[in-house]
């Protein structure tokens, strides 16, 4: 395809075919496709920014002792002395796993924000949001010594195989534009929601029995507590 210099048009080289702009667009609807291009390609940008802002939070010296015994940036990077490891964190570790917690948080937080800015699906949003929300209670796991580091990484790597699967099945739905597959698609958003929130209360119950158990013997660990709030497609999870 071309642009005529003369008449304004575009035009095809292959059969010399001139089709007048405003005709084009009218039947392709090239300034809506061009505006949803660029906008794509922006988000494209910001992801890398994004990206970027978590791997210097990741950085973090604090996190050092932790870089042998888990995948710190992507569960990509787990090794299969990561999923073996039958230990569970030394007092040092769970300080950097406190750390590491909060720098998940924050980058989880840089990526919600940027999204909003940009024609990403709220569906898309509540899912990744859901799945981080998790991921925070299987820290919260690790550092209370409920879950050994391999244990950690074979349900982490679980986690991340649900959002993928996830992930590609909304973008099916949200393709096909039929009320039965927005519907479908919302279900899935919605699902996600409900698995964040029965994680939220095992990890509680599970809290509640140590501190049960701890009120008879004095108390080695104080575990992570986590706690997500939702406002409307907003998933904001604090551990403490």
Known sequence: MYVDS???SLGS????????????????????????SSSMAQWQIEQERVSSYCRDLFRDSALDSLRVKMAIESPKDTTFEMLTDQSRPTQSER?????????????????SSSARRFPIPAQAIVLREANAARFQFLLADLHGGV???????????????????KRGELEQLLAQQSAAAAYRAQQLANDARRAAALEEQAANQRRLQEQ?????????????????????????????
């Open 13 to 36: 080289p292959s059969n010399g075919t001139i089709v007048r702009r405003g005709a084009f667009c009218r039947v392709s609807g090239c300034s809506t496709m061009q505006s949803r």
């Open 95 to 111: 300080l950097a796993i406190v750390t590491f917690a909060r720098d998940k948080q924050e980058c989880n937080r840089a990526w």
């Open 147 to 165: 879950l050994t580091y391999g244990e950690f990484a074979r349900k982490r790597q679980e986690l991340a195989a649900e959002l993928d699967a």
């Open 6 to 8: 003369k008449s304004g």
């Open 212 to 240: 049960l158990q701890g009120s008879a013997r004095p108390r080695i660990r104080q575990p992570l507590n986590c706690t997500t709030n939702y406002f409307g497609s907003i998933a904001q999870t604090t551990c403490n």
